[in-house]
């Protein structure tokens, strides 16, 4: 039996989100804040016996925040299992309490938890007529989380994340709309308190590892003695009566030492010299405590380590980050082996985020070597380690939107083949993009090198501060990734940058072309030719879906860097690539030359003979914020990010106004007052389309006007 399907609604960072488990291993995969989690409390809620309680406490803060008025909104929390055994004493729990009946035996069962008002403030908002706000806003507005019940529910057959299903039951508050009927039969049947899906499975959560040692010396948290109890519990008493007749005689020894006799003589006779002998005790003596029962003294046990490589043995808190936390993991997963050996029902094992100060292949190995027979494990994470070991089908990817969660299953709707394709081309580096607000593909080395750059020095953020990975598929073969980005899986923006490789002079060979022409010509021809056939690929992989757009160099990487006014950049790289003087002048020359098909072949030679990867190191570092960005690149940028936040713009701003200060411009007067507009930007006097024409006046020739024309 697993957990097969998880619907949230309203809960905490989740308006409406549906996730999808497969049996075995499955992945969490989310940015900080995405809300994992709440994910798994909210999986806890449900099962895990030690949450009970806490399912029946309700807060304001347990409401999705992106709702205008939480007062009279349900959450609800939907489990839904499946492949249940068909063993008897399963079938009993499922049949009486959760099981859908569609047939016998229960193959698929629902367990819900649902908070909602009471009954009397759901019939005053049946009774409210149709748009009748005053009235709801009267209904509502004293009604406080105490006003709330909980309920558990199984055997329901209700799509929860169906928004008209949920104005149906819960209320249409647009429009004031409101059922009579109270109760209806999709909820499912009420349960009673005893009749707990979390007491008859085996059920483990390993929190995140963030203060182990702390766990370590808090008695309840501690590991450790949790498997020491286990093991206590089956001690036969007769044979251990040897050691608690040797802890006995150790205590009477203790107490016999002549200090301690002292010390007791000591402690009354103070006492009856300061309060006198009618208010002293009658006796007082200092005994040794050690436990002798089995449970007792197992509890006292510690554990002692040895790091790698050392035959000292310290305690925990001498251990270094990593090794106390993979300590604690492994303490916590082998409370998970004790667990299961009780034969329950089902076993789950959670982890929450387990890579925390874990070496990158200690992480690798572990996960990949993470598998329980007869056992549903699901692990969140934002380790590209662990993603990159994890399966594609198997995983769920959490985004934020405008403060809301949304849950994407990037393997939806894909056939085996394609997905098999991805899994292999998920390494470490590239698993990036499952973690990424937004994505760029590019097609090689200079792009990967040289974009990060030249969007750091022209607008003074970086890709990442963006939310934006950029990904070398390092070919042309983008429909493998992209195909990830669609309504039906992951629903962020990707952009594609590839070359179209237009032919930067005529291909048809000339009677007076030297073989080195001749050649050129060809290959020139033949790379126009796959660059229009890959447009015609793309546009058709791309269309009618609103999460991918492709973005083409005209011609290529390098030779459309220079055409968008970088000519003199490519030109400081001229004494790196050659040493010889008729070279170095000649190339010069021919950089600076206006004529696309003469400074064209002469980067792309550059390029050749550096190698792309390392020519582009070469022109990253003689970028400055003057470098332009090429027009195509900037659109890319804009679909992938097309909200840029007034704060971050005023900190572009910000900066390009600094490196024209540094630059020793003369403009003092126009810099004081560009400020002044500046200020009035970010405290929102002016709009950004104000601070666009405040900047074009007072520095027109600044390429970050190009930026501000496109955004």
């Known amino acids: 039996m697993y957990i097969s399907n998880l619907s949230l609604v309203n809960y905490r960072n989740f308006p409406n989100a ?22 798994f409390r909210a999986i806890r809620l449900l099962l895990d016996d030690n949450m009970l309680s806490a399912a029946y406490r309700l807060s304001e803060d347990d409401f999705h925040r992106g709702l205008a008025d939480w007062r009279g909104h349900w959450i609800i929390i939907s489990i839904e299992f499946a492949e249940i055994s068909a063993d008897e004493a399963i079938q009993a729990l499922f049949v009486h309490g959760t099981g859908v009946l569609e047939k016998d035996p229960v193959g698929r069962a629902t367990y819900n938890l649902i908070f909602r008002p009471r009954k009397e403030i759901r019939l005053k908002l049946a009774q409210l007529a149709e748009g009748d706000h005053a009235g709801m806003r009267n209904v509502l507005s004293a009604v406080t989380s105490d006003d709330y019940e909980t309920i558990f529910t199984g055997r329901s057959i209700a799509d929860f994340n169906n928004i008209e299903f949920y104005k149906s039951v819960v209320g249409d508050f647009e429009n004031v709309k409101f059922k009579e009927v109270v109760d209806v039969p999709e909820l499912g049947s009420i349960l009673p308190k005893q009749l707990s899906v979390s007491k008859e499975i085996s059920f483990t959560f390993v929190q995140a590892l963030r203060d182990v040692v702390a766990d370590f010396k808090n008695n309840r948290a501690n590991p450790l003695r949790t498997l020491l109890k286990y093991k206590s519990g089956d001690v036969d008493p007769v044979a251990f009566v040897t ?101 329950s029902v089902a076993n789950f094992l959670l982890i929450e985020e387990p890579e925390a100060h874990i070496h990158t292949h200690i992480q690798k190995t572990l996960f990949d070597r993470l598998d329980y027979d007869d056992t549903q494990i699901i692990y969140s994470t934002h380790s590209t380690q662990i993603s990159e070991v994890s399966n594609v089908e198997s995983m769920n990817i959490l985004g934020r939107d405008a403060g809301r969660s949304e849950a994407y299953q990037p393997a939806n709707g894909l056939d085996p083949q394609k997905v098999r394709n991805i899994q292999r081309y998920l390494d470490a580096v590239r698993s990036n993009l499952l973690f990424a607000r937004s994505v760029l593909l590019v097609e090689g080395d200079a792009e990967e090198i040289l974009i990060p750059t030249l969007v750091k020095k022209f607008l003074g953020v970086g890709l990442d501060e963006l939310g934006i990975s950029l990904i070398n598929v390092r070919s042309t073969g983008f429909e493998n990734v992209a195909t990830l980005f669609h309504d039906d899986r992951i629903r962020k923006r990707c952009s594609i940058i590839t070359d179209l490789d237009a032919a930067i002079l005529p291909t048809d060979p000339v009677a007076e072309d030297d073989e080195s022409t001749r050649i050129f010509r060809r290959k020139a021809k033949g790379s126009q030719a796959s660059g229009a056939a890959r447009k015609v690929l793309l546009d058709d992989f791309t269309a009618g879906n609103p999460w991918v757009s492709t973005f083409y160099a005209p011609h290529t990487f390098e030779v459309d860097f220079i055409e968008a006014g970088n000519s003199s950049t490519v030109v400081s790289t001229v004494g790196d690539v050659y040493v010889d003087s008729p070279t170095i002048a000649r190339a010069t020359t021919e950089l600076q030359s206006a004529s696309i098909s003469t400074y064209g072949r002469r980067v792309l030679t550059m390029a050749n003979n550096a190698g792309k990867g390392w020519f582009a190191i070469l022109l990253a570092s003689k970028v400055d914020h003057q470098t332009a960005i090429p027009a195509y690149i900037l659109e890319a940028l804009k679909f992938a990010h097309p909200t840029v936040s007034n704060e971050i713009w005023f900190n572009i701003l910000q900066y390009r106004l600094e490196q024209i200060e540094s630059a020793g411009s003369h403009l003092g007067s126009v810099l004081v007052d560009y400020q002044e507009k500046l200020d009035l930007f970010r405290l929102g006097t002016l709009s950004f389309d104000q601070i666009k024409g405040e900047t074009l006046a007072a520095f027109p020739d600044d390429r970050i006007n190009d930026a501000l024309e496109i955004f």
């Open 18 to 39: 549906h996730l999808k488990f497969e049996s075995g291993v499955n992945t969490v995969i989310g940015e900080n804040g995405s809300g994992k989690t709440n994910l």
């Open 243 to 343: 050691i608690t007749d040797k802890v006995r005689e150790l205590n009477k020894s203790i107490e016999k030492w002549p200090d301690v006799g002292e010390i007791s003589d000591d402690i009354r006779r103070t006492m009856r010299d300061t309060v006198g002998e009618a208010y002293s005790p009658s006796s007082l003596t200092i005994k040794s405590d050690l436990p002798d029962d089995a449970d007792q003294l197992f509890q006292s046990l510690k554990l002692f380590v040895g790091e790698d490589g050392e035959s000292y043995e310290g305690s925990i808190h001498e251990l270094s980050l990593g090794g106390a936390n993979l300590i604690y993991l492994t303490l916590k997963l082998l409370e998970f082996k004790y667990q299961k050996a009780n034969l």
